[in-house]
Structure formats: C-alpha cells, structure tokens
T-cell receptor
C-alpha cells in the first residue's frame, strides 16, 4: 500500500533561515509526489509535484524538493524563510492502486516562522 | 478563472440532524473528489466522480454519507443522520484529468456536530 510519513508535526524557524520539512514515502509503483500548503482559512494550494522527470523539483515561492529513490524521501526545502511561509504543509502521494490518482496525505507539518 | 468553491464554510448541527455540503468545481473539470480531515488526523479520500459517475467511493465511511453529482457539474455530500465523529473539515477538489495530475482544492467546509 502507498503511504507518506511526515517526520515532524511542527517545525519552527527564524525568518531568513533555511526551511526543511521531511517526508518519506512508501510505494510499489513509480510514485507521483506532491507538496501542498494550507494557509489559515484557505484551501490547499499546490507547491510542487514530482512525476518521474527531474529529481529536483522547483515550486512556487522559492520552495523545492528532491526525490531520492534510494532513501524513499521527498523533503521540502527553502533557503530563506519568510513570515508569509507560516502555514501547514502536506506531503502527498498519488494512489495509483486506486482509480485515477486519488491523493494520500501525510499528517501535515505546521511551520512557524519567528521574526 | 474561478477556483473550487464550497458552501457553507462552516456548519454547526446537532447529532441526528442532516447536513448537505456543496462543491462547485472549476468549470470544465470532469474529475471531482471529496476528502475529509477529522481533527488530529490526516486528510483522507472519500470519493471520486468522473463527470456524473462515481469512479471510486471506497473512502466513504458508511451509508450515512451520500454524494451526488447530477449533470456532472456541482456535487453535494449529504450526511444523514450526522454523528459526533463526523465533525471535521470536508474538502472538495477538482482536476481536468485524473491519474496523478494536480487537483485544485476548495477552502473546505468545517462541520461541527454537537
């Protein structure tokens, strides 16, 4: 069965410092992986996606993630945090076992950014 | 282009009552998905429509939940009768194609059952 594990429920960083949100996945197939972000009172927004092209994926707002098959990881990074990055982030795998790519979510990581 | 919209944004009902949630997908998106996040848990898939047909409803928790998508446009999710454990945030998403492509999410409906 496919699954994702987000290793941290909360991450706190200072503004201007790097961000690392960790995600490990389990999949019997070549996975499609996503990072979504949810700001308070907003819908989920796609940050970036990996679909077996380049292993380093660049997303919006300066975020990027690297697909590492050997480590079954898809960690999200950003070189310098901004106050507006404070939100909840979800690592997601597309469920190819089910029909047409239903999404399987990790439990989420809440990112706090201190001034 | 308008995004996915959901109505209402919040709903507070008593146990045993009925509630109907509505989702309007992005125009032209054949695929419509419902997800739910119960407090403290991960977001979980409920069901998937392709146009007006239910493609996969394996995530529906029980027969108190009924989803429809008449005409292949908007969708409703009815909970009847509601139970305490149904409280959570219900998300709707739509996509043009299935198969791992980007799903566009609505803001969610927060349901509280007292």
């Amino acid at each position: 069965a496919q699954s994702v594990t987000q290793l941290d429920s909360h991450v706190s960083v200072s503004e201007g410092t790097p961000v690392l949100l960790r995600c490990n996945y389990s999949s019997s197939y070549s996975p499609s992986l996503f990072w979504y972000v949810q700001h308070p009172n907003k819908g989920l927004q796609l940050l970036l996606k990996y679909t077996s092209a380049a292993t380093l994926v660049k997303g919006i707002n300066g975020f990027e993630a690297e697909f590492k098959k050997s480590e079954t990881s898809f960690h999200l990074t950003k070189p310098s945090a901004h106050m507006s990055d404070a939100a909840e982030y979800f690592c997601v795998v597309s469920d190819w076992v089910g029909s047409q790519g239903n999404l399987i979510f990790g439990k989420g990581t809440k990112l706090s950014v201190k001034p | 282009e308008a995004g996915v919209t959901q109505f209402p944004s919040h709903s507070v009902i008593e146990k045993g009552q009925t509630v109907t949630l509505r989702c309007d997908p992005i125009s032209g998106h054949d695929n419509l998905y419902w997800y739910r996040r119960v407090m403290g848990k991960e977001i979980k898939f409920l069901l998937h429509f392709v146009k007006e047909s239910k493609q996969d409803e394996s995530g529906m928790p029980n027969n108190r939940f009924l989803a429809e998508r008449t005409g292949g446009t908007y969708s409703t999710l009815k909970v009847q009768p509601a139970e305490l454990e149904d409280s959570g945030v219900y998300f709707c998403a739509s996509s043009q194609d299935g198969g791992g492509n980007e799903q566009f999410f609505g803001p969610g409906t927060r349901l509280t059952v007292l």
